[in-house]
């Protein structure tokens, strides 16, 4: 299972997270993200149009790994799966959350922001986790703390990463990738800034962020 979802984001620096009104909106700033580069993106379950927009946008672009993000709960991630999308990701984790994705062959990116929910999820076959809220719970200090009890844990620290912060995160040999809102706000979506979108993607895939 860890290899599954390491391999998932092997190839990304930067999962974009997109919440999204309107699944017509999903998909430009999607196929912007795309021509910048991104191959990842998650559209979180915050929004009545989130699950439509997944399907938008797996329909418009099917080689993009669509997942769903905020996934609370099992049965948030049988709408998930049932829209179309790749994986999930939690902000956290609950045993019941983990057992849910193993039922069903689901591939998740499980919370993580303290030893115990590491130590958690190993015990259920877990080793990459998002870092959630990361700068908040210590960002490069906190990943370098965690980096002793857990050599074989990777992270993909999301909450406060900024076009600024990336490339220190990525520096990091437990990072395999970060994720942040940055490169699809909504304002940059309100404003239908596509160029913008797709040059903050472009920038971040590469690993600089600005
Ligand atoms: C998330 O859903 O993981 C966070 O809202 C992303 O955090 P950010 O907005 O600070 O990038």
Redesign the pocket.
């Known amino acids: 299972m860890a290899g599954e979802m390491e391999g998932r984001l092997s190839g990304t620096s930067v999962i974009p997270?997109l919440?999204v009104q309107d699944p017509e909106q999903a998909v430009l700033a999607s196929e912007a993200l795309a021509r910048g580069g991104m191959t990842v993106i998650?559209i979180?379950l915050r929004t009545a149009q989130a699950l439509a927009s997944i399907r938008a946008v797996k329909e418009a672009l099917p080689s993009l790994q669509v997942a769903a993000?905020?996934v609370l709960d099992d049965r948030q991630m049988d709408a998930a799966l049932a829209a179309g999308s790749d994986f999930c990701?939690s902000?956290g984790l609950t045993p019941a959350l983990l057992r849910a994705a193993r039922d069903r062959g689901c591939s998740l990116l499980p919370g993580v922001a303290t030893a115990s929910d590491i130590m958690c999820g190993l015990a259920e076959g877990f080793q990459v986790f998002?870092l959630?809220?990361a700068m908040a719970a210590g960002g490069v200090a906190l990943l370098r703390s965690l980096s002793g009890p857990f050599p074989d844990v990777r992270f993909c620290p999301?909450?406060?990463?900024t076009r600024e912060n990336l490339g220190i995160l990525l520096a990091e040999p437990n990072v395999l990738c970060c994720?942040?809102?940055?490169m699809a706000s909504q304002s940059l979506i309100d404003a239908a800034d596509w160029a913008a979108i797709e040059g903050l993607a472009s920038a971040a895939q590469s690993g600089r962020g600005t």
């Open positions: 997270i919440t998650e979180t993000g905020t990701v902000p998002k959630f809220p999301t909450g406060g990463v994720g942040g809102s940055w």
